[in-house]
C-alpha cells in the first residue's frame, strides 16, 4: 500500500471507529492492529453498533459470517479488521482509479 494509500484508508477508518488523531499508523500492519483492537473492544461492549457500522462501511455480509466463525483460522476481531481495512483501501482505490468531471451549470438545476 502507497503511503498516500495508507493515509486515505486510515482517514476512512478513525472517524467511524473513533481512533484517536495521534495514533497516525505508519504502516498497514499498525492500521490494522490499531483495528483490531478497537474491534476486539467493540465486540465486547458494544456488538450491535460494530454490525451496524460494517453494514455502513459495505462490508459484505457473506465475509463477516466465515470470519465470526469458530472455526476461522484467526480471532474474529482480526478477521473483521482484515475486512474492514480492504473495503476501506477498495474504496480509496476506486477514488483515485476513477475520476469524475465536475458538474457544469449548477446555476440552471432547481430544487
Do not use: C, N
Amino acid at each position: 500500500m502507497t503511503d498516500t494509500t495508507l493515509q486515505r484508508t486510515s482517514a476512512l477508518i478513525k472517524g467511524p471507529f473513533e481512533l484517536e488523531s495521534a495514533q497516525d499508523p505508519h504502516s498497514e500492519a499498525e492500521l490494522l492492529a490499531l483495528l483490531a483492537e478497537r474491534i476486539e473492544e467493540m465486540l465486547e461492549k458494544r456488538p450491535e453498533y460494530l454490525m451496524s457500522l460494517l453494514y455502513r462501511l459495505d462490508v459484505l455480509e457473506e465475509k463477516i459470517g466465515p470470519v465470526m466463525h469458530p472455526s476461522a483460522p484467526e480471532p474474529p476481531h482480526i478477521g473483521l479488521a482484515r475486512l474492514v481495512l480492504e473495503r476501506q483501501r477498495q474504496r480509496v482505490e476506486t477514488k483515485q482509479s476513477v475520476k469524475t468531471p465536475p458538474l457544469k451549470d449548477m446555476d440552471d438545476w432547481t430544487w
